[in-house]
């Protein structure tokens, strides 16, 4: 069996771990072959490919980012596009294909499946952790370690200069990074996409942290929104699959602290650190075993299907069921850490 591989949408920790665990035991077990296309949808549409064996994935598990490239590229936004995708696969004599990527990616190769009948096995990726039918991303550990030692870090510094530190992490619709970061890293004020903030409350918890002597850190989701106001963008621009680039909002809630409180405010954006560099052990674990369990679906022919965490084990769902509906955070849960606010 010829088997293809793509990483599409953001890069993420964990990736190349994935690859790692779908070719070694690919050939090792099931003699396939393997070509991995460059750059998310961008390869198959244009049959842009790199040779992927065993040599290929050597020394990669702890390396970050992707060794086949990404991109976020939409194929259904192309002219002739999925017929341009299905020519290629036919002439590279590809049985199968892997598309390890978050929603977007996802939701492409489920509609390749349903209903132009490409052999696709997904595989779930996104430090978000937002896909609906498995219990964690592979990512998101890594993405909240990192914010979590970011916050450690500013912390001694807000209570050096007795200023507001306003932080924000990434989460466009859900706030899993910054509900666990902002917990873990002993934050006073967590907001999240979830839930509208009042702007009032937030200075409320603000003055009161001042006056226990303490400075406060503010853990803010680049997608989170003000009750009388929308989300604060970067720019106005959408990419192919129609999202606007945030960023922005942690600068806009520092001025406004600063301006309602008399106390001086300054912001740190995390931005791509969050899910640069080498990937945690969680992350490498699971990655490992998605790209194990990938590969025994595509050689059973159980196509149409996404791997996913369910507890311990790894199971196989339909990919649209993870792509139809986000997972965002539980309001219970979120009331659960309110009793650290302020």
């Not at 964990?14 to 072959?33: D, T």
């Not at 932080?167 to 999240?192: F, K, Q, T, Y």
Request: net charge negative; glycine share 12%.
């Amino acid at each position: 069996m010829r088997v293809g591989v793509l990483t599409g949408g953001g890069d993420c920790p964990g990736l190349n771990a994935v690859i790692r665990g779908l070719v070694r035991k690919g050939v090792q077990e099931y003699g396939c072959e393997f070509i991995g296309y460059r750059d998310g949808w961008r390869g198959p549409l244009e049959g842009d490919t790199v040779p992927l064996d065993i040599p290929a994935v050597r020394g990669i598990l702890p390396r970050g980012g992707t060794i086949l490239g990404s991109s976020r590229t939409n194929p259904l936004k192309e002219a002739d596009g999925i017929r341009r995708i299905k020519e290629n696969l036919a002439k590279q004599e590809v049985d199968a294909l892997v598309a390890i990527g978050g929603e977007d990616t996802l939701g492409v190769a489920a509609r390749l499946y349903d209903e132009y009948g490409v052999h696709c096995v997904g595989v779930p990726k996104t430090i978000d952790n937002d896909l609906s039918a498995t219990d964690y991303t592979f990512g998101f550990d890594t993405a909240v370690g990192i914010a979590t030692e970011a916050i450690d870090r500013l912390h001694t510094t807000a209570e050096s200069h007795m200023r507001v530190l306003v932080v924000e992490v990434m989460g466009r619709h859900a706030g899993w990074i910054a509900l666990h970061s902002g917990l873990a890293g002993g934050a006073n004020v967590i907001l999240i996409p979830e839930q509208r903030f009042d702007v009032d409350q937030v200075c409320a918890w603000v003055t009161s942290r001042f006056k226990a002597s303490y400075a406060p850190i503010v853990v803010v989701a680049e997608g989170a929104m003000p009750k009388d106001g929308e989300a604060v963008l970067k720019d106005a621009t959408l990419d192919s699959f129609g999202h606007v680039r945030l960023s922005g909002v942690g600068e806009w809630l520092a001025k406004e602290i600063e301006r309602r409180t008399g106390k001086e405010a300054r912001t740190t954006v995390l931005g791509h650190v969050q899910r640069g560099g080498t990937p945690s052990a969680f992350d490498r674990w699971l990655a490992t075993r998605f790209g194990l369990h990938a590969i025994d679906a595509v050689q059973e022919g159980d196509f149409g299907k996404m791997v996913a965490l369910k507890g311990t084990d790894i199971v196989r769902v339909p990919i649209a069921d993870a792509t139809t509906k986000l997972k965002t955070v539980d309001p219970k849960l979120y009331e659960e850490v309110g009793v650290f606010f302020g």
